[in-house]
């Protein structure tokens, strides 16, 4: 199974700041047809989570400008421009390249400071 | 507008089992693939079952194999779990997605 590891687990940053997420892989993401599938999810407290990037950097639907995914291989990063207060909540990045199983991060906390 | 919706989840005994449902809506149901993942209230998600978009391919994470079953109704837009043999351990809220878009959760709770 491929093990997703995310860091850091808990992050805490003021409000109108950058924050960064990584999301590293035991093997390669890339699939046999090219594409990476490797998506970022948002939960926030209480509700399910939202898609917000898939295959590494591409943005759903609704989701701001602020979210950028980038990475390769087996690194990859989210990255928020600057930090609002509904970005609180977990952050899991997944991987749909190798499955079954698909697997999940741990996640990461990010709070306000 | 994509929506998915759980029902069926509740208290029952070890052993017991339940059927969950999904009830899709807003895309072309029988072009996705579905599938099941769970997450212990505080902890992370874990994928759990998915079924083919016609149905006839379904797959399961090791720790509920013979014990779940994951099927569809593509007529009725619909996607269940199947849940027997219930365990303590397989308490947590059950997500039915289509990676693209989640539903609600509906909690299951194995205790006597």
């Known amino acids: 199974d491929v093990v997703m590891t995310q860091s850091p687990l808990s992050l805490p940053v003021t409000l109108g700041q950058p924050a960064s997420i990584s999301c590293r892989s035991s093997?390669?993401?890339?699939?046999?047809?090219?594409?990476?599938?490797l998506y970022w999810y948002h939960q926030r407290p209480g509700q399910s989570p939202r898609l917000l990037i898939h295959r590494v950097s591409k943005r759903d639907s609704g989701v701001p400008d602020r979210f950028s995914g980038s990475g390769s291989g087996i690194d990859f990063t989210l990255k928020i421009n600057r930090v609002e207060a509904e970005d609180v909540g977990v952050y899991y990045c997944?991987?749909?390249?190798?499955?079954?199983?698909?697997?999940f991060g741990q996640g990461t906390k990010l709070e306000i400071k | 507008e994509m929506q998915l919706v759980e029902s069926g989840g509740g208290l029952v005994q070890p052993g017991g089992s339940l059927r969950l449902s999904c009830a899709a809506s807003g895309f072309i149901f029988s072009s996705y693939r579905m599938d099941w993942v769970r997450q212990v209230p505080g902890k992370e998600l874990v994928w759990v079952a998915h079924?083919?978009?016609?149905?006839?391919?379904?797959y399961y994470a090791d720790s509920v194999k013979g014990r779940f079953t994951i099927f569809r109704d593509n007529a009725k837009n619909a996607v269940y779990l199947q849940v027997n043999s219930l365990r303590a351990e397989d308490t947590a809220v059950y997500y039915c997605t289509n990676f693209d878009y989640w539903g609600p959760g509906t909690l299951v709770t194995v205790s006597s």
């Open positions: 079924v083919s978009p016609d149905g006839s391919t379904t």
């Open positions: 093997q390669s993401l890339v699939s046999s047809d090219g594409n990476t599938y």
């Open positions: 997944m991987q749909l390249t190798h499955w079954p199983p698909y697997t």
